[in-house]
């Protein structure tokens, strides 16, 4: 069984910084594509940021500039490090990642349980 496992959220006033991590343990051949999605209370959930196993990053327009993305391949973790909060970042913030667990048998995804972000002051 494979466990993805977010770690850092909390209470942050506008302005603050947070630094979220994603742990992947179990059975893990290799880990592919990564990424942090967050949801708001009533709304749809929406990528952040996401990051591939040779290290390319993308963002949402939204968080350009003040989020920023990385992963450590050899300890199977993903950091998303936040900078500049604004209210609007307040949501569960959730890891998602392809995992082979077998080098027979195709990836699929794997979610973490989320982490709560508030930005409130």
């Known amino acids: 069984q494979v466990q993805l496992v977010e770690s850092g959220g909390g209470l942050v006033q506008p302005g603050g910084s947070l630094r979220l991590s994603c742990a992947a343990s179990?059975?893990?051949?290799?880990?592919?594509?990564m990424g942090w999605y967050r949801q708001a209370p009533g709304k749809q959930r929406e990528l952040v940021a996401s990051?591939?196993?040779?290290?390319?990053?993308n963002y949402r327009d939204s968080v350009k500039g003040r989020f920023t993305i990385s992963r450590d391949n050899a300890v199977n973790t993903m950091i998303l490090q936040m900078d500049s909060l604004k209210p609007e970042d307040t949501a569960v913030y959730s890891c998602?990642?392809?995992?082979?667990?077998?080098?027979?048998?195709?990836?699929?995804?794997?979610w973490g349980q989320g982490t709560q972000v508030t930005v409130s002051s």
């Open positions: 998602n990642a392809q995992i082979k667990t077998t080098a027979w048998t195709p990836p699929r995804d794997y």
């Open positions: 179990g059975r893990i051949f290799r880990l592919n594509d």
């Open positions: 990051i591939t196993s040779g290290g390319s990053t």
